[in-house]
């Protein structure tokens, strides 16, 4: 009992100094009379302690070392710990001088390696020292130390010749444990709180690193007290990372755009962009990829419905402007990342892109020559009543002589201009961090196009023989969407 209370306030004081460091890193906040790289030292005091308990064997060594220099050594799992529990509060500027998100990796993870190995090391010292009193009552002590603890008894009451089970061993030392270092469960609670606090999507790291660790302490015993605190304090974190992502799906549904600007690439859509680059970097080889697969498949559906929503209520921009860019951004994203659980969703991001750019140079070029495409869709209306193409010439409406008067509507001079002004409105319309104006642009040239082509063909086989052609050129097409392109 005397063995537990004085551990039990020796480390609750050092942990939590060391907690308190490990926040105002994080933070990057100081406190005035706050000394990072050392604590008082109560290693001469628990190794009286120890050795007044231990009798005089003086063989059994553990928890004298202090959470300022651990140092752990044995032919099991044990690790030597050559840095202090505090480095961290010996780093320079300089040393955290990277990104805040990074930084918090760094010092969550030195938390959580610097926490193992003196659990173990007390663990070990417990387990010997325990077998080392079991040893003496086998051999004709009695012991019948009892002390109530959490509820429990601590000690089971065990005759001479009848030694505790594995079982109850492992119970018993779980229990000194859990006296011991009362505080480590609430203390982590505590900064695992302020890391989503400083930034959501520290949950990420979290959840990888206290996996990783809680996978490695099961892998020594399930039932330890290691185990069993980074499981709980583990739960916490899957909270908070799904937490994470409900608040993401959130902001999205409640994103409000503005009716004076153009849209552009929407707000969620470079957070997704963002939260996927930043998980895929964190999540590399991770045991919790399961739960990022998850998250991933919930988001971007909430992104695609978002997106249309948008779409529909955009009043600047046209509903295919905005689906066009953000599907593009998307699918670009997801080619870059390689996401192999989105890989259905990258295509379809694909498709939305490339059928809302068709519908957009459809819609936004419509017909460049009107007056030529209403006289040909007469002409077309005629051949669909039944009159032979070569004979649509004798009909008083659509006769050679009419043909040329549309046509000469059309000079050269005035195609460039409608098309110039065409260019400036597309440019309006689109963002520039997208940079799909020269795309957008060159697919309105096919298009214009394939109308040209198309209106030469009804030419050709309605008014055969006549000599009647445009005024410009298929050439001069491609040089006017040059010569624009260029000059803006």
Known sequence: KNYMDYLSRLYEREIKDFFEVAKIKMTGTTREGKKFATLPRKESAVKQETESLHGSSGKLTGSTSSLNKLSVQSSGNRRSQSSSLLDMGNMSASDLDVADRTKFDKIFEQVLSELEPLCLAEQDFISKFFKLQQHQSISGTTMNEAEEMDGGTLFRSYSSGVPQTVSSEKDMIRQMMTKIFRCIEPELNNLIALGDKIDSFNSLYMLVKMSHHV??????????????????????????????????????????????????????????????????????????????????????????????????????????????????????????????????????????????????????????????????????????????????????????????????????????????????????????????????????????????????????????????????????????????????
């Open 215 to 488: 996978w490695t302490a099961q892998n020594v015993d399930p039932a330890s007290f290691l185990s069993t605190t980074l499981g709980n304090v583990l739960v916490t974190v899957k909270r908070n990372f799904d937490k994470c992502i409900s608040n993401q799906m959130k902001q999205m549904d409640e994103v409000k755009i503005s009716k004076k600007s153009k849209v552009g690439i929407l707000p969620f859509v470079a957070e997704f962009e963002e939260f996927a680059a930043l998980a895929e970097s964190i999540f590399k080889n991770a045991e919790r990829r399961g739960d990022l697969d998850k998250a991933y498949i919930k988001l971007i559906r909430a992104v695609f419905v978002s997106v249309e929503k948008v779409a529909n209520e955009s009043q600047k921009t046209p509903r295919d402007v905005v689906m066009m860019e953000n599907f593009h951004h998307i699918f670009a994203t997801l080619s870059r990342l390689k996401i192999s659980c989105l890989e259905a969703e990258k295509k379809e991001a694909k498709q939305k892109y490339t059928d809302h750019l068709q519908s957009y140079v459809i819609y936004s070029l419509g017909q460049p020559l009107e007056k030529l495409n209403h006289f040909f869709e007469g002409v077309e209306a005629r051949v669909a009543q039944g009159i032979r193409e070569e004979e649509v010439s004798y009909q008083l409406a659509f006769n050679k002589q009419e043909l040329r008067k549309v046509i000469k509507e059309y000079p050269g001079k005035e195609v460039k201009k409608g098309l110039d002004n065409l260019y400036k409105k597309v440019d309006k319309h689109l963002c520039e961090e997208e940079n799909l104006l020269q795309v957008v642009w060159h697919s309105m040239q096919d298009e214009f196009i394939r109308q040209y082509k198309h209106f030469e063909g009804l030419i050709a086989r309605c008014y055969p023989g006549s000599g009647i052609t445009m005024e410009f050129t298929i050439q001069d097409i491609l040089d006017y969407c040059s010569s624009i392109a260029q000059s803006h």
